[in-house]
Each structure stands twice: as structure tokens, then as C-alpha cells.
């Protein structure tokens, strides 16, 4: 049941990260387009862009989400970029299916902005991206609602919900391609993987079983001894949503500028 939890949160938190790289990683090749582009579709002067031929066009990229980090925890409206610090999730239904359904409510995520890039590869000949991101610290702080069977053992209730989840680390995987539109070249991004590794956690419901003590420790204490199992078995699922969310996110990111915009000679 902590992983239902957990997937909301990393759906979540990666999503924002994730979706921040690949804005980067595209409107950095615009540098010498700013003069062609309209007002309103100008690159933000907060945003240090990279030039197409940089010898360390990678370097350049992280260098540039390193400076933008103060910006992250607060949000980027114009970007329609959601605050990092805490990173709010309203209400979401953290799973369903055999038996157990768990919702969380008004979740705050925090530490979503220490994330570090350990690696990023753009190639741009082939359209390919490729970085890890590693999170070491997430708190969550929301309520919960809970109603099926964990361990084959039944499981209802709701109320606050609090843990910790450490070590995260995840790759990326982004390939696109050409294609024609209005006449002009677009990139279209066809695929997007990801993998992500959870190293430990924790997870606490109260008021589980209307407040029922010995009950809801026992459940506690189960979800959290088999932490890494749950993971495991929800992993295929998470990445699957995922890169989904962040595929279609970041088509919506390049599908307005045409090929020469964002990638000029």
C-alpha cells in the first residue's frame, strides 16, 4: 500500500523534473531564433540557453537546470511549471485493481528540487536524449483513503498520511522524429522510456480501521517490511504512466515551433 502512495509522489515529482529537462534540452539549439520567434514565444531571460555547436552542449544543459533550481521551488508560471517546494498533489487515485484501491488527498511532496542530474546525453543528429536524475531525500505530508486488501489482509480507512522515500534514481530515454506540418518540419517525440529505482522508505496511516491501535500498527508495520516488494511488483505499472504523461507533455512543449525554430543552422 505504500507503493500506491509512493507512485503518486514519483509519478508526480519525476513528471515536473523530467518534463523541466526536456523544455531545456529543446529551447536551448533556439538561441539564435529569439529574434524570429513572437513576443510572447521569446526564451525567458532567467533561462541560460546553450548554443547548437557547443563542444560541451551536455555541460551546458545541466549548468543551465543547476541556475534554474531557486526558480524551480517557486514555480515558472509562464512555463506552466508547478512549484517544486512543496509540490502540491490535490487528489489522486494512487491505485486500483485486485481488491485494493488507495487515494490520497491534498499531498505535499517536498524535496523535489535537491535533484541532481548525474547524466545527460542529446543527441541531435538522431533526436535522441537520454539523463538520470537522483532524488535523495522526499517527504510527503496529505491524507489518505484506503479500502481493500494488502498482504491478504483487509484493509479501510482514512485520515493523515505521512513517510519518507530515499534514494530515487531514474533514467530517461527520449527519441523523436521529423515530421510535416503546415508545410514546414516539426519534431514529433515518438518514445519515452523510464526506469527508476527506489532505494528505502517509509509510509504512516493513521486512523486506520476508524482509529483501531493494534490494527493499524500491524498494517504499518507490514507495509514497510515489505517496502521494496511492493515496489517491485507496482514498477511496470508506474513507468508505464509515466512516461505516458511526460511523452505527451512534451510533445505539447515543441509541437508549436517549427524544426528551424528550435534547432537552427
Not at 31 to 45: G, Q, S, V, W, Y
Not at 129 to 156: A, C, E, N, Q, S
Not at 179 to 203: A, C, M, P, Q
Request: proline residues 5%; charged residues 25%.
Amino acid at each position: 500500500m505504500s507503493y500506491f502512495s509512493s507512485r503518486d509522489l514519483l509519478t508526480n515529482c519525476l513528471f515536473s523534473l523530467c518534463l523541466m529537462v526536456t523544455w531545456i534540452s529543446t529551447e536551448s539549439e533556439a538561441n539564435d531564433a529569439k529574434d524570429t520567434r513572437p513576443d510572447d514565444l521569446r526564451i525567458p531571460d532567467f533561462l541560460h540557453v546553450c548554443k547548437r555547436n557547443d563542444a560541451k552542449l551536455e555541460d551546458c544543459i545541466q549548468n543551465s537546470i543547476e541556475e534554474l533550481k531557486p526558480y524551480l521551488r517557486k514555480g515558472i508560471p509562464e512555463m506552466k511549471v508547478p512549484p517544486l517546494e512543496p509540490l502540491l498533489i490535490k487528489q489522486l487515485v494512487a491505485a486500483q485493481g485486485q481488491g485494493l484501491k488507495v487515494t490520497t488527498e491534498d499531498l505535499k511532496v517536498y524535496g523535489c528540487s535537491n535533484f541532481t542530474i548525474k547524466k545527460l546525453v542529446a543527441n541531435l543528429k538522431e533526436n535522441k536524449f537520454f539523463f538520470t536524475l537522483d532524488l535523495p531525500h522526499l517527504i510527503l505530508d496529505g491524507r489518505y483513503v484506503v479500502d481493500g486488501r494488502v498482504i491478504l489482509i483487509p484493509v479501510k480507512g482514512n485520515g493523515p498520511l505521512s513517510g519518507d522515500i530515499y534514494k530515487t534514481k531514474a533514467n530517461v530515454t527520449l527519441e523523436g522524429e521529423l515530421i510535416k506540418k503546415h508545410g514546414e518540419d516539426y519534431i514529433h517525440y515518438t518514445d519515452l522510456n523510464i526506469r527508476f529505482k527506489v532505494g528505502s522508505g517509509r509510509l504512516k496511516l493513521d486512523n486506520l480501521f476508524n482509529g483501531e491501535r493494534v490494527l493499524g500498527e500491524i498494517i504499518n508495520t507490514a507495509i514497510n517490511l515489505n517496502f521494496d516488494q511492493f515496489i517491485a511488483e507496482l514498477r511496470p505499472i508506474i513507468e508505464s504512466v509515466l512516461g505516458k504523461f511526460m511523452l505527451e507533455s512534451a510533445n505539447k512543449i515543441v509541437e508549436n515551433f517549427p524544426y528551424r525554430v528550435l534547432f537552427p543552422e
